[in-house]
C-alpha cells in the first residue's frame, strides 16, 4: 500500500481522513511539526497531507525544509487549508507544494487530487539528474561529481571520464555483493584485455579523490569491489534519491 503522512491537529479532520483513505493507503497521523519531521526522517512518504495552521507554526514550515534539505521531490506535498485566498494559495505552491485543497473538501476530491499526485511521481519520464550518496553528488547529466563540505557548499571532484563511470557502476550496485573486476571492465572499459594493473591504479585514484565525500571503496579478495560510508565522518543530511534501474543503466 502507498504510504500517506497527514499532518494535521484537528481531530474531526483526523478523523474524516481516517475513514476514507485508511482502507486505501498505509495511513500515519501527525498533529505538530515536531512529530512530523520526525517521521519524515525515519520513512519515505509517497504523499503527505499538510495542515497550515498547527500548533507549533506554519505547516509551510514542513515545504520549506524539505527543499533545504533537498527532499522536495522526494515527498509530494498536498497543502490543506481553509484559506481560499489566491495569495494563500500562490504561497503554499510557491513553497513547494504540489497541489492545494480548501477545507472543508469532498472526500472524491481529495482521493482524486492523491491519486494524481501518485501518477505523476511515478511516471517513468520523470527523470532525476542527481544522485547523493553519503556527502558525495553525482551529476548524471554533466557527468560529473562533487563533495558536499558544508550545508551550503560543494568542491568539484575533477572526476576522469573513466573514473565517473567506475563511481557510477559502483553506485549502481551500492547495498548488493561486491562487484567483480570482470564485471567492472565490461560496463566501464566494454573489452576484456585490461590489465589488473590498470583497473587498480583507476581505482586507487578515486579512491582518493571520493575520500572527501565520506565514501570509502573496499576490496574484497577475489570478489570484487565495493562502496562503503566513511561512519567515523559526519555526513550532511541530503536526501538520496532512488533512481530507476533503466536510468541509472543509461549511463
Known amino acids: 500500500m502507498k504510504k500517506v503522512l497527514v499532518i494535521e491537529d484537528n481531530v474531526e479532520t483526523q478523523n474524516l481522513l481516517k475513514k476514507y483513505l485508511q482502507h486505501l493507503y498505509d495511513l500515519r ?5 515536531h512529530s512530523a519531521w520526525e517521521l519524515i526522517e525515519k520513512e519515505d512518504w509517497d504523499v503527505i497531507l ?15 525544509k524539505l527543499k533545504r534539505f533537498n527532499m522536495d521531490g522526494k515527498f509530494p506535498v498536498i497543502v490543506l487549508t481553509a484559506s481560499s485566498e489566491l495569495e494563500e494559495k500562490i504561497k503554499g505552491l510557491t513553497a513547494g507544494a504540489d497541489d492545494y485543497v480548501i477545507k472543508p473538501f469532498e472526500p472524491r476530491e481529495l482521493l482524486t487530487r492523491i491519486e494524481v499526485v501518485l501518477r505523476r511521481r511515478n511516471t517513468p519520464s520523470s527523470f532525476q539528474s542527481t544522485i547523493t550518496l553519503a556527502n558525495i ?12 563540505v558544508g550545508e551550503n557548499e560543494t568542491v568539484p571532484l575533477d572526476l576522469t571520464p573513466i573514473e565517473f563511470k567506475i563511481l557510477l557502476a559502483l553506485i549502481r550496485n551500492y547495498g548488493n555483493r561486491e562487484i567483480s573486476r570482470d564485471t567492472l571492465i565490461s560496463s566501464v572499459w566494454d573489452k576484456v584485455n585490461l590489465s589488473m594493473r590498470n583497473i587498480d591504479t583507476h581505482i586507487c585514484h578515486l579512491r582518493k579523490k571520493i575520500a572527501r565525500g565520506n565514501l570509502q571503496i573496499k576490496n574484497k579478495r577475489n570478489k570484487g569491489y565495493y562502496l562503503k560510508k566513511d561512519a567515523s565522518a559526519e555526513v550532511v543530511p541530503v536526501a538520496t534519491p532512488v533512481l530507476p534501474q533503466q536510468q541509472l543503466n543509461a549511463f
Open 137 to 148: 553528488i553525482v551529476d548524471l547529466e554533466t557527468h560529473t561529481a562533487s563533495a558536499r
Open 29 to 33: 497521523i501527525a498533529p505538530d511539526l
Open 50 to 64: 499538510l495542515d497550515r495552521g498547527l500548533p507549533d507554526g506554519d505547516g509551510l514550515e514542513i515545504c520549506a
